[in-house]
């Protein structure tokens, strides 16, 4: 978001309240807290991992079980107190308590919420979006003063980034579900697959990306009519054509080693998803 946010601030000559050193340490602030939730998470799932994935075990196979609960506590503090700090040195404020409830939520979710049904994954989505929402949090003044900034375009660009890392990883969450159905099922998880059974999921799954590929080609005919051909192009072939790839093999899928590939390919738009931010940069 900063790629939308500075140029959109630099042309009613105003500064973020984030400058290059501060988007870092925010930066490194999601980074250190979302680690320690994957720490806690394979500290919480050994078992589970142990049937699902015993070829990239990490827990007590490359990292002991007393230096996960060490590392997970160090990464969250760190940054927990990045948040604070940026609170206390910047114009932001309540970073610091975002950053406590996202720690806590996380290790909510790896202790109960990952085996509830649609909780887990709502939450996990909720998060992810989060991170791309919370550098439009750090500019809240703004909004304040609608009148010195494009307020409107940066509200519509924001949730339009927020809601495609949503669907994104809504969908994600429950492929891995459907690729973890062996351990989950044997430890008396509620997932999806488990309880809906393997059709019903994909239709939601389906549902999603029907939704998703809607939405991205609407955007793409926007694109056309203010001719980013770059941003067209780049949409097409690192963002739709994946999407549509993922729709078509998704009810060929069968195999943990399937749902894999479907989750990598997830992952690898969301990023590109996500990196395509770059073109407002470009372009204003």
């Not at 948040?83 to 404020?93: E, H, S």
Request: net charge positive; hydrophobic share 55%; charged share 15%.
């Amino acid at each position: 978001m900063y790629c939308v946010l500075q140029p959109l601030l630099a042309a009613s000559n105003k500064k973020p309240s984030l400058n290059p050193f501060h988007f870092f340490l925010l930066i490194l602030s999601s980074v250190f807290i979302a680690a320690a939730g994957y720490i806690i998470n394979d500290y919480f799932d050994l078992n589970i991992d142990r049937i699902n994935k015993p070829q990239r075990l990490i827990v007590q196979k490359i990292i002991s079980r007393r230096w996960t609960i060490l590392w997970h506590f160090f990464l969250s503090m760190f940054g927990v107190a990045i948040g604070f700090y940026l609170d206390l040195t910047t114009r932001v404020t309540l970073l610091g308590f975002s950053n406590l409830i996202c720690a806590c939520l996380l290790f909510i979710y790896s202790i109960s919420l990952k085996k509830k049904l649609l909780a887990g994954n709502i939450l996990i989505s909720l998060l992810t979006a989060w991170t791309v929402l919370v550098v439009s949090w750090c500019e809240a003044r703004f909004f304040f003063n609608p009148a010195d900034v494009n307020i409107h375009k940066i509200i519509r660009i924001t949730f339009l980034y927020t809601g495609f890392a949503f669907v994104i990883s809504l969908i994600r969450e429950a492929v891995k579900d459907m690729e973890d159905i062996e351990g989950d099922r044997k430890f008396d998880c509620k997932t999806m697959p488990i309880v809906w059974g393997f059709n019903a999921s994909k239709i939601y799954v389906a549902i999603w990306l029907v939704t998703l590929i809607l939405s991205l080609v609407l955007l793409l005919l926007y694109m056309l009519q203010i001719h980013w051909w770059f941003s067209v192009i780049y949409c097409l072939i690192l963002i739709i054509i994946p999407v549509l790839k993922i729709f078509q093999t998704l009810f060929k899928a069968k195999t943990p080693e399937d749902f894999h590939k479907l989750s990598t390919l997830l992952k690898f738009v969301m990023f590109t998803g996500i990196l395509s931010m770059i073109f407002f940069r470009i372009y204003s």
